[in-house]
């Protein structure tokens, strides 16, 4: 039933682009930069009772919406490279098969980071809406979201960490194909 909208797909190879290119295995240090470090820092934050403020919710809802949108164009042009790549990998020298082989994994990797992101923005927008339309008695649907508010706001700044650390790593890789790009062209 919910096959059609499920995302598990995309987390799951999210997490499969966080290897050791040696070992092609999971890589342990990624997997603590990327989900255990966002939840100590949000845990710190939280615990230190940082609160979030309607300027800066408005300005997360901005920033992230913004960032969803970019973040599909970047698809596309990845998808778009990808294809333009895959035309011109009639080359029979291995070397070159080889490169190609490589740039069509690192799109890919690109590819399935940049959709992580667009997923992470956008639960962080669902979140921080919920976060902003609290009501003034705090009863939302028999629900009282004031107490709420650490959880929400502890769920806010894990994405939020998360989302920034795999943009670096969607800029590192990017940086990482135009450079070698720029490499062969010389």
């Given amino acids: ?4 909208i499920s995302v598990l797909s995309i987390i799951k190879d999210h997490i499969s682009t ?3 290119n040696k070992t092609n295995r999971i890589y342990f240090p990624d997997i ?5 470090l966002p939840a100590a820092i949000a845990g710190a934050l939280t615990y230190l009772r940082v ?3 309607d300027a800066l919710v408005n300005a997360l809802i901005t920033s992230f919406s913004i960032f969803s949108a970019l973040l599909f164009n970047l ?3 990845v998808y778009d490279i990808s294809g333009k790549n895959s035309a011109q990998s009639k080359s029979r020298d291995p070397l070159e098969v080889r490169r190609g082989i490589q740039r069509h994994e690192l799109l890919k990797e690109i590819y399935v980071n940049v959709s992580f992101s667009i997923l992470i923005s956008t ?3 669902v979140i921080l809406l919920a976060y902003f339309l609290k009501t003034d008695n705090c009863n939302f649907l028999m629900v009282n979201i004031c107490s709420l508010q650490w959880l929400l706001a502890l769920i806010v700044y894990y994405f939020s960490i998360q989302f920034l650390l795999t943009l670096f790593m969607v800029l590192k ?6 450079a070698k790009a ?3 062209s010389a």
């Fill in 123 to 125: 639960i962080t927008v």
């Fill in 18 to 20: 966080l290897k050791n």
């Fill in 173 to 178: 890789r990017i940086y990482k194909l135009l």
């Fill in 182 to 184: 720029f490499d062969s």
């Fill in 75 to 77: 698809l596309l042009l």
């Fill in 1 to 4: 039933m919910f096959t059609k």
């Fill in 32 to 36: 603590v930069l990327f989900f255990i």
């Fill in 51 to 53: 609160q979030l403020n």
